[in-house]
């Protein structure tokens, strides 16, 4: 059977999108597992962060990341103290995008004066054209072109 390509939205803070960006994965939920079953092979991710630095008080609420898992395998960090539950992705080049500038136009959103609560769910699918969206918004009419570091 074939696959049907979801799209979902990861809220992680904008350092540790980084770290991600850097390994060339992603994880949820600190590091669990059942989150990342979700996904599978092509799908697409937006990352939402609430902060620039996890912890901190000073809040970002935007979209800071695109990228589209790799393969079907989920696997755990170098031997440490948590060892978290990762998956491969391809992150591509984007701005970050105000969530706020946005949110009149994303279907998911449907309190769009509270628009920032859909966002504590830290992890949800949403409808191809809200991913289109939002894509278009960060990479500002450019064609998509991976990360490479």
């Excluded at 790799?70 to 539950?85: C, F, T």
């Excluded at 946005?102 to 509270?114: P, T």
Aim: proline fraction near 3%.
């Amino acid at each position: 059977m074939e696959h049907k390509t979801r799209y979902w939205v990861i809220a992680v803070s904008k350092n540790y999108l980084q770290n991600g960006i850097k390994g060339g994965y992603m994880q949820a939920n600190d590091g669990k597992d059942a989150i990342l079953e979700k996904l599978e092979k092509g799908d697409w991710l937006i990352f939402f962060s609430p902060k620039e630095v996890n912890g901190s008080n000073t809040a970002l609420q935007a979209f800071t990341g695109i990228g589209q898992v790799e393969d079907d395998d989920i696997y755990q960090s170098e031997p440490g103290n948590k060892r978290p539950y990762r998956r491969k992705v391809t992150f591509y080049k984007c701005e970050d995008v105000p969530a706020e500038s946005i949110v009149d136009r994303l279907s998911f959103v449907q309190d769009k004066k509270g628009w920032e609560k859909v966002f504590r769910f830290g992890f949800f699918e949403i409808p191809e054209v809200d991913f289109e969206t939002i894509k278009r918004a960060m990479l500002k009419g450019e064609q998509a072109e991976t990360i490479t570091l």
